[in-house]
C-alpha cells in the first residue's frame, strides 16, 4: 500500500518524520532509481527506496532506552557550540538512537531515546497530550503562586491545559513542587513558575506518561523493560 515517504521513512527508524522532510528537500531519497520530492508516496514492499543510495530496512527490531539525563548535557546528537550531548551518554548503545522531545541544558531526568520514528511522532506531537511530570525545587513564596500555577496560563499567545500542582516539601529554604504538564512547550515549566513569582532552583523530570524515572542513577541508562513497552503501546 503506497503511503507518504515522510512516513515510510519515520517507520522505518531512519530518521523523525520532520528529519524525513529535510532529506527529502536535500534529495537524499530516491524511488525507483529517481529522486524523490516532499509529497511523494511509495509502496515499501513494491519500491526500491533508498536513503543515500542505501536501500531501505525494514521489519528490523526498534531500540528504547530511558536515560536519567544530567544537568550540563543538551538534548541533541551534536552541538555546534561544542557543548556535551545526550549522544555522549548513550555511545554504549548498539543502535543509532535520537531524543523523544527535549530537556533543556539546565534540566534533568527522565528522557527517552529510540530509533523508532513512528513512536517519536506519537509521544511529542501536541494532539497526544502525553502527561510529563516534574519535581521543581523553586524559591518564592509557593503557597501564593499554586493558584497561579493551576489556574489558567498563556504562554506564546495560546493557553495552555490546566497544570496538576502540589507542594512535596521544603529542603533547605526551596520549596519542592510536582508540576505534571500536557503540552511540552520550550521551557514551559520555568516560564511558568517565572509568571507565578517563583525562580526555578532545580528542575527534574521524573515521569512521562506511564514510564517512571525510579531509581535510575543520574548519567546512565537503561532499555525499557517489556513492561514498559507495552505501556507505550509496542508489542
Known amino acids: 500500500m503506497e503511503e507518504r515517504l515522510q512516513k515510510i521513512l519515520s517507520a522505518a527508524g531512519v530518521t523523525s518524520r520532520r528529519g524525513a522532510e529535510q532529506y527529502l528537500l536535500a534529495g537524499r531519497v530516491t524511488v525507483n532509481g529517481r529522486a524523490a520530492s516532499l509529497g511523494d508516496k511509495a509502496d515499501p514492499e513494491r519500491d526500491d527506496i533508498r536513503v543515500d543510495g542505501k536501500p531501505l530496512r525494514h521489519g528490523e527490531a526498534r531500540t528504547y532506552l530511558m536515560l536519567n539525563k ?14 556535551k550531548t545526550v549522544a555522549d551518554l548513550v555511545k554504549g548503545c548498539p543502535a543509532r538512537v535520537w531524543p523523544v522531545g527535549r530537556l533543556d541544558l539546565d534540566s534533568e531526568g527522565l528522557l527517552l531515546l529510540t530509533d ?3 513512536l517519536t511522532h506519537r509521544l511529542i506531537h ?19 503562586a499554586l493558584p497561579v500555577l493551576r489556574g489558567p496560563i498563556t504562554l506564546d499567545g495560546v493557553p495552555l491545559r490546566p497544570a496538576r500542582v502540589e507542594l512535596l516539601g521544603r529542603e533547605k529554604g526551596e520549596s519542592v513542587l510536582s508540576v505534571t504538564i500536557h503540552e511540552g512547550k520550550n521551557r514551559q515549566v520555568r516560564r511558568m513558575c517565572a509568571l507565578a513569582g517563583l525562580q526555578v532552583r532545580r528542575l527534574r523530570r521524573v515521569r512521562e506518561g506511564a514510564l517512571r524515572l525510579g531509581d535510575l542513577p543520574v548519567g546512565r541508562w537503561r532499555l525499557l523493560t517489556e513492561e514498559e513497552r507495552h505501556q507505550l503501546g509496542l508489542r
Open 70 to 83: 544530567p544537568r550540563g548535557y543538551v538534548t541533541t546528537l551534536s552541538d555546534e557550540k561544542g557543548r
Open 126 to 144: 501536541p494532539s497526544h497530550e502525553v502527561e510529563k511530570e516534574y519535581h521543581v525545587w523553586v524559591t518564592g513564596d509557593a503557597g501564593k
Open 116 to 118: 523508532d520514528g513512528e
